[in-house]
């Protein structure tokens, strides 16, 4: 007789407990719902419903991954981030809500810096350690009438962020995403807001 999913739900849940996973129940929720292609309200919808052989051979390899502690976001491939959707592996760090308060602020000085101009230049903004994008694209998505600067040590990196803008069909001048350290790839004289 096959599992159900309810079952699978269950002891995937357990063993992640057991394993000291933070949010057991949540990441056994949404691996499941990866593996079996369905919102998670659809788990719930679908207790008795069984696993098929190759369904519980795709999912054991990831229980395991993140049993082991591999950021869910890299096992599943992505993660949501603000107005985005980010492709997430272990070529950057995996945004946090943290992040989010960041870009909080930034908006706020911008803001405050277009309110209190009267010169119609665009502000210019760095992004250091661009990652996945997360920040640069937050920027360039959600700032019309920025210049948005990003710059990151790692060619990996580097990569994963122009994925993330072709994902989000975002576009930007190729020059203004760098690899390189801190403000190294730019003139001495240039200025940020």
Not at 97 to 119: C, G, P, R, W
Not at 153 to 162: C, M, Q, W
Request: with cysteine; charged share 25%; aromatic share 8%.
């Amino acid at each position: 007789m096959q599992p159900v999913l309810l079952d699978i739900l269950n002891k995937t849940t357990e063993y992640f407990r057991q394993k000291g996973v933070p949010n057991f129940r949540l990441d056994a929720q949404l691996l499941l719902s990866h593996v079996l292609k369905m919102d998670r309200i659809n788990l719930y919808l679908n207790y008795d419903r069984p696993l098929t052989v190759n369904e519980l051979n795709d999912l054991r390899p990831l229980v395991k991954r993140r049993a082991s502690r591999e950021p869910l976001q890299h096992i599943v491939g992505e993660t949501a981030f603000r107005e985005l959707q980010l492709l997430t592996d272990g070529r950057a760090l995996v945004p946090r809500k943290e992040t989010e308060l960041i870009l909080e602020e930034v908006f706020k000085a911008v803001s405050d810096m277009q309110n209190n101009s009267h010169a119609e230049a665009s502000l210019s903004v760095l992004d250091i350690g661009t990652g996945s994008g997360a920040i640069f694209l937050s920027l360039l998505k959600e700032i019309p009438g920025i210049t948005v600067f990003g710059v990151e040590n790692s060619r990996e990196a580097v990569d994963l962020t122009i994925e993330n803008a072709e994902f989000n069909h975002l576009e930007y001048p190729p020059e203004n995403l760098c690899l390189g350290n801190l403000f190294e790839p730019f003139p001495d004289d240039k200025s940020w807001d």
